[in-house]
């Protein structure tokens, strides 16, 4: 009798760099998968690299429990939620949440890539099949697109920050995004660490992260995984400014901050 397979081990704090992602070809472009398996704080954490040829559509509209974001390097996307179409350019960020239909359809002459990470919870398969926007929960963030070309900036002492959204999700209890931008040389702070999962995804430049004093340089398109609470760091280890996002997620599992 075939047992069972074991659970997968929760995904611990990693780097994945961009050169190590291998592509494939797919009937629309090509896809560089990331990973795909729970970790501390999620049943489900998956991400891979899309490159979407001009002219060609991710899939027909479509919607799942799993709340979905979408990071667009290069090219211009149609992005359609529940039948409404907005146009996004390189740097923005998509939001699909819980049940609502959604696709992207390249619209540019030339191949479009896009890095998706999608987030399944413990709450996500309670989630109601008509959709966060149906189901219209007060104070939960709704499927829409954040333009990059909107985002405000504000100088730092170490560079700019761009906020992009922090509320409360129909499957996280806190979903919060912003794009710091670093200048030559400086880190963004010391050294910390805290229970909130952390995904940083390189836009421009090259970085020194260091993870439980391990140090490991990455550059664009490289994407970094922090666990819970273990103790991380970056640096700009380049000549130029260096631009990255951050994605800080609170989920039913996230252990409580330790108290003072």
């Given amino acids: 009798i075939a047992q069972p397979a074991a659970p997968a081990a929760p995904l611990g704090s990693t780097v994945f760099k961009w050169e190590d ?12 998968d990331v990973t795909d398996g729970p970790t501390a704080t999620f049943e489900r954490f998956e991400s891979h690299v899309t490159t979407l040829l001009a002219g060609r559509m991710s899939h027909p509209p479509h919607q799942h429990g799993q709340e979905e974001i979408i990071i667009l390097r290069d090219g211009t996307l149609d992005v359609t939620i529940n039948g409404a179409t907005t146009r996004a350019g390189p740097g ?11 696709n992207v359809e390249n619209v540019g002459g030339t191949p479009a890539t896009y890095f998706v990470f999608n987030f399944a919870t413990a709450v996500t398969k309670t989630v109601p099949k008509a959709g966060t926007a149906a189901m219209a929960v007060p104070g939960r963030l709704h499927s829409q697109v954040f333009d990059w070309q909107k985002l405000e900036v504000t100088p730092t002492k170490t560079g700019e920050r761009r906020a992009v959204v922090s509320q409360p999700t129909t499957t996280m209890e ?12 400086v880190a963004a702070h010391a050294a910390h660490r805290h229970p909130d999962e952390e995904i940083i995804l390189v836009k421009e430049g090259v970085l ?5 004093g391990v140090t490991t340089r990455a550059g664009a398109g ?10 991380h760091g970056m640096r700009n280890a380049g000549d130029t400014t260096a631009s990255y996002y951050v994605i800080r997620v609170v989920t039913d599992l996230t252990p409580k901050p330790a108290k003072a």
Avoid: M, W
Wanted: charged share 20%; proline share 2%.
């Fill in 21 to 32: 992602l291998k592509a494939r070809p797919t009937g629309n472009g090509e896809r560089r």
């Fill in 92 to 102: 923005s960020l998509l939001f699909f949440a819980a049940n609502d239909f959604h």
């Fill in 174 to 185: 806190k979903f919060s995004c912003h794009v710091t931008t670093l200048q030559a040389g």
């Fill in 208 to 212: 020194d992260v260091t993870i439980n």
């Fill in 222 to 231: 490289s994407i970094f995984f922090y666990g819970s609470n273990d103790e």
